[in-house]
């Protein structure tokens, strides 16, 4: 990190940080907990957190660093709550819509019952 700082002349840039724990035995140095290999169950968290991280990029660049990060450290439980909130926002949203539209429909279907009706009469 310090040579990429070096380099951009900065140390304001983006940083999507994936979280290993702590090493269980206090005894154990930070530094060589976090540099060294990690254990197998760690190693298969750590797989999958690098792979997660990998697929949000393209999110980052749309929607922001603070906001991915925001939903990758998020409860899994408040992710699921949140999730279905949005879908029954979107379910209402499209219930709003099609009630819309069939009024619209039928309105549509009055005024034109009603103009067979005008000329109709017009034509007796």
Not at 6 to 30: E, F
Not at 53 to 58: L, N
Not at 71 to 80: H, R, T, W, Y
Request: aromatic residues 0%; charged residues 25%.
């Amino acid at each position: 990190l310090d040579s990429v700082i070096h380099h951009l002349h900065t140390n304001k840039l983006p940083r999507l940080r994936i979280g290993i724990g702590r090493p269980a035995n206090q005894r154990v140095d930070t530094i060589n907990y976090v540099l060294g290999v990690p254990a197998g169950d760690e190693r298969i968290l750590l797989a999958t957190a690098e792979d997660q991280a990998v697929t949000v990029i393209p999110q980052i660049l749309t929607q922001g660093l603070a906001t991915m990060m925001n939903q990758l450290n998020a409860d899994p439980e408040a992710q699921q709550k949140a999730e279905e909130r949005r879908r029954l926002q979107q379910e209402r949203r499209e219930q709003v819509r099609l009630r819309r539209e069939a009024e619209r429909n039928q309105a549509e279907g009055q005024d034109a019952s009603s103009l067979n009706e005008q000329t109709a009469s017009a034509l007796e």
